[in-house]
């Protein structure tokens, strides 16, 4: 059973396209992430979305939005895409406290065209 | 100012020795979680070893052991006995309660491990 699942795992596009990425916790956490890792491996805040209050990084271009149906699932949606946004996406999740990790999921490698 | 700061970009140690990586942090919570993940070159992201900001002793998990020093806001994590497998980017990580229960990151560490 795979605990942060995302879908899918590479994912190329145009340049103008808009694309979604889906990401599912079954650990039953009420916390779950967005974070981007450009070329040099940084792993950049992009949203978190917690029992349904949504704390967005200021830098996050407004082209980029999380979508909650629930709260076992978290899916980004990116319109416009841009060269720019070619990156690994990662979800993750974790219970709430400062004494619990986040689980990742495997990465989605985003490649805009 | 960087919530988390590794100064390492790369380190090279021989298979079978220790080796320590750096991080040191910021915070004024009083309450806050150190955490390491481990990023092979396959990718995914490998939660390590936690550290919490009111444990006395030091955090440890088999070959992985946490050098908490609370006054100097450094969480270093010490690897012993080095192996091939062990090579990979290690990421520095904190998180505090009172800003969204987001973890910040720092930029990472490239170990090698050399036979």
């Known amino acids: 059973d795979t605990a942060v699942s995302q879908t899918p795992k590479y994912l190329v596009t145009q340049m103008g396209n808009d694309k979604s990425i889906k990401c599912e916790q079954n650990l039953g956490h009420d916390t779950m992430y967005w974070y981007k890792q450009d070329s040099k491996k940084f792993l950049k805040i992009m949203f978190s979305y917690n029992n349904k209050e949504l704390i967005i990084n200021e830098t996050v271009p407004n082209r980029f939005s999380p979508k909650s149906p629930d709260k076992a699932h978290l899916n980004l949606h990116i319109n416009s895409l841009e060269l720019g946004d070619s990156a690994v996406y990662f979800c993750?999740?974790?219970?709430?406290?400062?004494?619990?990790?986040?689980?990742f999921g495997q990465g989605t490698r985003l490649t805009v065209v | 100012a960087q919530k988390i700061t590794q100064t390492q970009p790369g380190m090279f140690v021989q298979e079978k020795e220790a080796v320590t990586l750096d991080c040191t942090y910021d915070?004024?919570?009083?309450?806050?979680?150190l955490f390491w993940y481990k990023q092979p070159s396959s990718g995914e992201m490998i939660f390590l070893i936690y550290q919490g900001s009111y444990d006395q002793q030091n955090a440890t998990e088999g070959r992985y052991s946490l050098n908490f020093q609370k006054a100097r806001k450094s969480a270093n994590l010490v690897i012993s006995a080095s192996q091939l497998g062990d090579s990979a980017m290690y990421f520095c990580a904190m998180r505090e309660p009172n800003t969204g229960n987001q973890f910040y990151f720092g930029t990472g560490t490239s170990l090698t491990v050399i036979p």
């Open positions: 915070t004024s919570d009083p309450s806050y979680g």
């Open positions: 993750a999740s974790s219970q709430n406290g400062a004494n619990t990790e986040a689980f």
